[in-house]
């Protein structure tokens, strides 16, 4: 298409372009292992902050005419709702573009354009300067033809580092209790309580729960159940506020030759309508972004200022390789299931209830593996029936059920 260009347009074009090529200099890639949610909007007559729950991919800003509209685009976003507007910003409105990009339309009283803009040093605001132009100037400048200008979220840098000889995690660890009958023959779970220690797990705004705290209660709770029942033997990871490096958890189960491995955790989200259970099995491909979002967080838990305290052997590296986890898998996704179904009777679960994601804690090659998410302790329900007696019971008796079931089955086809 031909554009006739005016002395003036021209002049406002190259001005554009020499603000993109400064821009984009300097930009560097970063990969897309980073996923937040539009959690804020501010705008008004010479600003916009976009905040944002996590770190994202980057951003683009582009001018529309007809009617006037300033877009921003935000890779590796999930979209919120509405914002907050003001002065020549009519209002603000989110969608999700694509799945890895969430849309952001702010309605203007008249054109204008971002002339600059810049993520904060955590990577989770984007701040966009506003500059009212003439109609005439957008309709000759043709603003709206130029390629976006690009803004990255840089992840937070380490302003110190701490060296510490820690080594890899030992067998030194002390092996538990185990509860239950004093028979070999009969099959061993192992339940991981998550979290404990210095790291507390999520922390509800209703009541301060923290999830270390809930997790042992139904780890034990469970445990009481089964060992009640007879029919299995029972261990814990932990008994008291003790933390551990997370592969020292499947440690303790595989050092024990465990049959069953359970690790209980708490969630938490930025949506306090957000509740119900979910069952995760291991897969290197996550079967959906939460999920993703979900292991890398919960497998940060082994780093502390930046020192991994854990770290995978070339065992565990190339488990997916294996026949032996193969298989391993296999058997975890079926009692994946069968939690659900038996759990279900006694305790609420998520539309989708078994996902896949990469957790550390799951990576036993030989001992089949799920990591339970009782609810979510952002969520006012969940709290109190997790922190209620009645309510561990209730997981405890779901839980026990659907282990009992799994080793039934497995006799059966013995």
Do not use: C
């Amino acid at each position: 298409m031909k554009i006739n260009w005016t002395q003036k347009a021209q002049r406002m074009h190259k001005r554009t372009m020499a603000l993109a090529t400064l821009l984009a200099s300097a930009l560097a890639t970063i990969s897309p292992a980073h996923a937040g949610s539009v959690s804020r909007i501010e705008a008004n007559d010479s600003q916009i902050t976009i905040s944002f729950d996590d770190l994202v991919e980057g951003a683009s800003a582009f001018s529309l005419v007809g009617p006037d509209r300033i877009a921003i685009d935000v890779r590796g976003g999930k979209a919120g709702r509405g914002g907050s507007a003001r002065g020549i910003v009519k209002s603000v409105r989110q969608g999700q573009y694509n799945p890895n990009t969430a849309r952001i339309v702010f309605d203007l009283d008249q054109p204008a354009v971002v002339t600059r803009g810049s993520f904060s040093k955590d990577g989770k605001s984007l701040n966009l300067s506003l500059k009212p132009v003439g109609q005439n100037q957008l309709a000759s400048g043709r603003l709206s033809f130029l390629p976006p200008v690009q803004f990255r979220a840089e992840p937070p840098t380490t302003k110190y580092s701490v060296k510490v000889p820690l080594g890899k995690p030992k067998d030194s660890v002390r092996l538990p209790k185990i509860y239950g009958p004093n028979d070999p023959n009969r099959p061993l779970v192992v339940i991981d309580a998550g979290h404990g220690g210095h790291d507390p797990g999520a922390i509800s705004p209703h009541g301060n729960a923290r999830e270390k705290n809930v997790t042992l209660a139904i780890a034990q709770a469970i445990r009481d159940r089964l060992v009640a029942g007879g029919r299995v033997r029972v261990a814990l990871t932990r008994e008291s506020d003790e933390f551990l490096v997370l592969e020292e958890r499947y440690g303790i189960a595989r050092r024990l030759d465990a049959d069953l491995f359970m690790s209980i955790h708490a969630d938490a989200a930025g949506n306090e309508t957000a509740s119900g259970a979910t069952v995760y099995t291991l897969s290197e491909v996550a079967s959906d972004r939460e999920a993703a979002k979900l292991a890398a967080r919960e497998n940060k838990a082994n780093i502390i200022n930046g020192v991994n305290l854990g770290g995978a052997n070339q065992d565990v590296s190339s488990i997916l390789i294996d026949l032996t986890q193969r298989e391993t898998m296999n058997v975890s996704a079926d009692f994946a299931k069968l939690l659900h179904r038996e759990g279900s009777r006694q305790m609420v679960f998520r539309k989708i209830p078994h996902r896949y994601a990469s957790f550390v804690v799951l990576k036993a090659p030989d001992t089949p593996s799920v990591l339970f998410e009782t609810g979510y302790l952002t969520n006012k329900d969940d709290v109190a029936f997790l922190n209620s007696r009645q309510g561990r019971s209730k997981v405890a008796a779901g839980v026990a059920s659907a282990i009992e079931s799994h080793f039934a089955r497995k006799l059966a086809m013995r």
